[in-house]
C-alpha cells in the first residue's frame, strides 16, 4: 500500500495567533540572550581588580621610595652628628691651644650644628613622607581585600544567574523548535524578514482600534482583514503583522 504525505492545511486566523506566540519566544529569547551576554562580559571584565592591583603597585612603589629617601635622610644626619661629635671633642680636649685653631674649630662646630638642625628637620619630613606612603600602602592593601571580596560574591551571584538564564533559553528554544513546525515556510521567512527589519518585533496586538507597535489608527477594512479567517493582516504603518487578542 503506497503512503502518501500527509496534507498540512493552515488557518490564517491560526498563523496569527502562532505567530504572536513565537513572537513573545522570540521576545523572551532576545532578553534572556541579551542577559547572558551581559553576565558573561561582567564575569570576564576584571578591571575593578585589576584597578585595585595597580593601585596597590603603585602605592608599594612609592612606599619602597619614601623608604629609601628616609634611610639616605637618617645616614645623612648621623654623618653631620658623627663630624660635630668630633669637632667638639677636639674643641674641647685642650690639645689645641693655638687661638686661631681654635676659632676655626668654634666656628665649624657652629656650623655644623646649623646643618645638623637642617637635616634632622628633612629626615622628620621624609619620616612622615614614609609614614604616609606606608599608610597609603595598607590602605591599597584593604581596599584590594574588600574588592576581592565583593569579586567573589558577584562571581557566585552571576554565575547562578547565568545558569538559570542558559536553562530558560534551553528551554524556549525547544518550544520554538517545536513550533516552527507548524508555520509554512513562507510565513516564517516573512515572520523573520520583519523581525530584522522592525528591532526584533514583527508581530503587533491591535487595542481600539489602533496598532500597538506604532500607535497608527487602522481602517476598519484592515480590522477586519485581521479578525479574519481568510488572511494575515499588516499595520499599513509600521507593516507589522496584526493580531487581535
Given amino acids: 500500500m503506497l503512503a502518501f504525505p500527509a496534507i498540512r492545511f493552515y488557518n490564517p486566523s491560526m498563523l496569527a495567533f502562532q505567530l504572536y506566540q513565537l513572537q513573545g519566544i522570540d521576545t523572551r529569547r532576545d532578553r534572556l540572550q541579551a542577559e547572558i551576554a551581559a553576565l558573561e562580559a561582567q564575569l570576564a571584565d576584571q578591571s575593578a581588580i585589576e584597578a585595585a592591583q ?6 608599594q612603589a612609592a612606599w619602597q621610595k ?66 604616609e606612603a606606608e599608610a597609603a600602602f595598607r590602605q591599597a592593601e584593604e581596599k584590594l581585600r574588600a574588592v576581592q571580596h565583593t569579586r567573589l560574591q558577584q562571581e557566585s551571584r552571576w554565575r547562578g544567574d547565568l545558569g538559570n538564564h542558559r536553562r530558560a533559553l534551553a528551554a524556549l528554544d525547544k518550544r520554538r523548535t517545536e513550533m516552527l513546525t507548524t508555520i509554512p515556510a513562507e510565513t516564517l521567512a516573512q515572520y523573520e524578514r520583519l523581525r530584522a527589519q522592525r528591532h526584533g518585533l514583527a508581530v503587533a496586538t491591535v487595542t481600539e482600534g489602533t496598532c500597538d507597535a506604532c500607535g497608527a489608527p487602522l481602517t476598519p477594512d484592515i480590522l477586519r482583514s485581521a479578525r479574519s479567517n481568510t488572511q494575515l493582516a499588516f499595520c499599513p504603518t509600521c507593516k507589522r503583522i496584526l493580531y487581535v487578542p
Fill in 54 to 59: 595597580a593601585a596597590l603597585k603603585a602605592a
Fill in 66 to 131: 619614601a623608604a629609601t629617601a628616609l634611610r639616605a635622610a637618617e645616614a645623612e644626619t648621623a654623618a653631620v652628628r658623627e663630624k660635630l661629635q668630633r669637632t667638639e671633642e677636639m674643641l674641647y680636649s685642650g690639645r689645641v691651644r693655638n687661638p686661631k685653631e681654635l676659632q676655626d674649630l668654634q666656628r665649624e662646630a657652629e656650623a655644623l650644628k646649623r646643618l645638623l638642625t637642617q637635616r634632622e628637620d628633612a629626615e622628620l619630613e621624609t619620616m612622615l613622607a614614609a609614614e
